[in-house]
């Protein structure tokens, strides 16, 4: 299967047309962006990365990634050919005042986001009484796609829902219609990716390991609360202890579906 088409089957159409990159814009030259920054301020370059930096933070109040097409229409504008200089200003900012980092997801797509790892140990460490009732669902759902190897039956993830009296099928008095925000909401975020399985009647879907959780979640961290759950020493479980003790290069989930 190609890229594109495993991209079709995770978006609507409206969805991939919306993450086409710009086609006009063309990453500048190092020597380009230095004969821009000749020709502007200081000031005038820290007051765009500052903008960029509202726009990121706006945009990431949904926690739906940020396109590159759209910085350079909505913000970046006629500084284009110093965009670099102005993310690399922007990611400075992020870090060194607001304590976020600021993460290309997508490289094809030229897609960023924000994370903060912190979330995920606070949700890890109060998941029986979470601040943040969604974050604590997510991570549920994320560690059993983890559990099974990266790729698990969306049947699955409804049964165990359903045995935290989440009920895919009614409506939740805190999360609303469970399935349109598992479905919908976490895999806009990129958190999931919501898979047709081929060749299947009726038509089946399995859930695959996103890409924001690539960038945000500590495996490690989702092995300790599995192993709290479970009254189990997380190293029981081998092959996934190994996986998220590994390099970080090599700590992705795998693509093998364990069905």
Do not use: C
Request: proline share 5%; hydrophobic share 30%; charged share 30%.
């Amino acid at each position: 299967m190609t890229n594109r088409k495993r991209l079709s089957s995770t978006q609507t159409p409206s969805q991939s047309r919306d993450e086409d990159d710009d086609p006009t814009f063309t990453q500048p030259s190092t020597s380009q962006v230095q004969r821009g920054l000749e020709r502007l301020s200081t000031a005038q370059v820290d007051q765009r990365a500052a903008e960029v930096v509202q726009y990121i933070l706006m945009k990431d109040q949904k926690k739906v990634p940020v396109r590159r097409t759209d910085l350079v229409k909505h913000v970046v504008k006629d500084y284009r050919n110093i965009y670099p200089e102005i993310m690399k200003r922007a990611a400075r900012s992020f870090d060194q005042v607001f304590g976020l980092k600021l993460v290309e997801i997508d490289t094809k797509n030229h897609m960023y986001i924000l994370i903060n790892k912190l979330e995920y140990t606070e949700a890890a460490s109060s998941i029986s009484s979470p601040t943040n009732p969604k974050r604590a669902l997510l991570f549920v759902i994320l560690s059993v796609v983890f559990m099974k190897g990266g790729v698990v039956r969306e049947n699955l993830i409804w049964n165990t829902l359903k045995k935290l009296r989440v009920d895919p099928g009614e409506k939740h008095e805190e999360f609303g219609d469970v399935k349109k925000l598992v479905t919908d909401e976490f895999v806009r975020q990129r958190y999931l990716e919501y898979v047709r399985i081929p060749h299947t009647e009726p038509i089946e879907y399995e859930f695959h390991w996103g890409q924001r959780a690539d960038a945000e979640v500590s495996r490690a961290k989702i092995l300790q609360f599995m192993g709290q759950l479970h009254e189990q020493d997380p190293q029981s479980w081998t092959q996934q202890y190994r996986e998220a003790h590994s390099s970080p290069s090599s700590a992705q989930p795998s693509t093998s579906s364990q069905r």
